[in-house]
C-alpha cells in the first residue's frame, strides 16, 4: 500500500543554517504530496503542496519538489529560525477526487533551532 | 473564533470513567475527522464522517465511540479506557467536497488525555 517514509529526527540546527528534511514516497498512480509543520501545543497546519511532477511547493522560505523519479518531496530551507522550531509532517494524497481519508502521514521529524 | 476548535485541552481520567472529547469548527466545512497522535508513531486516522455519516472507522475499539449531531460538532465518547489509550486526539475538519487532493484537513488544537 502507500506509504510514507522521512528522516527521523529530532534534528537539532544553529540559527541561519541550511535545512533539508528527508521524505520518500510509495503510491499507485499519481498522489499529491504535501508537508504540515505542528508548533508546540498546536494542531498541524498546511505547510505547502504539489499536486503533480516538478511542481514546487512553497511557502515562509520553505520549499520543496515533487520528484517522481525518485519518488521523493524533501523541505528545505535556506536560513532557519529559531521560531521554525516544530515538528514537520510529510505526507501524500490519494488521486484527484479521493476521499481526504486517503491522506497518509508520515512519522514526523522534530526540529529543534539553537539561537 | 479560531477555525476548530477542541475541548478539553488537557483530560486526565481513570479507567472506568466516562467522559467526551468535543470538536467544533466554523468553517463551513462538511467533511470532520479523529486522528490520534501518539509519540514517536504515524497520525493514526479513527474515525471520518461526512455530511453527519459515518464513511470510515479504522477498526477503532468500541471503547470509542463518536458522535456527529450536525457538520459543525463532532464527539469523541470515552468509557472504559487503557492506559495505552493516552495520547493527543486531533480534530479536523476539510472542504465541503471533503477533497484529499487539496490536502487541506484544519487541524485543531487537540486534547491531551491521559488513562490512570
Known amino acids: 500500500g502507500d506509504s510514507v517514509t522521512q528522516m527521523e529526527g529530532p534534528v537539532t540546527l544553529s540559527e541561519e543554517a541550511f535545512l533539508t528534511i528527508n521524505c520518500t514516497y510509495t503510491?499507485?498512480?499519481?498522489?499529491?504530496l504535501f508537508w504540515y509543520v505542528q508548533y508546540p501545543g498546536e494542531g498541524l497546519q498546511l505547510l505547502l503542496k504539489a499536486t503533480k511532477a516538478d511542481d514546487k511547493g512553497s511557502n515562509k522560505g520553505f520549499e520543496a519538489t515533487y520528484r517522481k523519479e525518485t519518488t521523493s518531496f524533501h523541505l528545505e530551507k535556506g536560513s532557519v529560525q529559531v521560531s521554525d522550531s516544530a515538528v514537520y509532517f510529510c505526507a501524500l494524497s490519494g488521486p484527484p477526487g479521493s476521499s481526504a481519508s486517503k491522506i497518509i502521514f508520515g512519522s514526523g521529524t522534530r526540529l529543534s533551532i539553537r539561537p | 473564533e479560531t477555525g476548530v476548535t477542541q475541548t478539553p485541552r488537557h483530560l486526565v481520567m481513570g479507567m472506568t470513567n466516562k467522559k467526551s472529547l468535543k470538536c467544533e469548527q466554523h468553517?463551513?466545512?462538511?467533511?470532520m475527522y479523529w486522528y490520534k497522535q501518539s509519540a514517536k508513531k504515524p497520525l493514526e486516522l479513527m474515525f471520518v464522517?461526512?455530511?453527519?455519516?459515518?464513511?470510515e472507522n479504522n477498526s477503532v475499539p468500541s471503547r470509542f465511540s463518536p458522535e456527529c449531531p450536525n457538520s459543525s460538532h463532532l464527539f469523541l465518547h470515552l468509557h472504559t479506557l487503557q492506559p495505552e489509550d493516552s495520547a493527543l486526539y486531533l480534530c479536523?475538519?476539510?472542504?465541503?467536497?471533503?477533497?484529499?487532493?487539496?490536502?487541506?484537513?484544519?487541524f485543531g488544537e487537540g486534547s491531551r488525555l491521559t488513562v490512570l
Open positions: 468553517l463551513g466545512h462538511n467533511a
Open positions: 503510491a499507485t498512480g499519481y498522489p499529491s
Open positions: 464522517y461526512n455530511f453527519k455519516e459515518q464513511t
Open positions: 479536523a475538519s476539510s472542504d465541503p467536497q471533503g477533497r484529499a487532493d487539496t490536502g487541506e484537513l484544519f
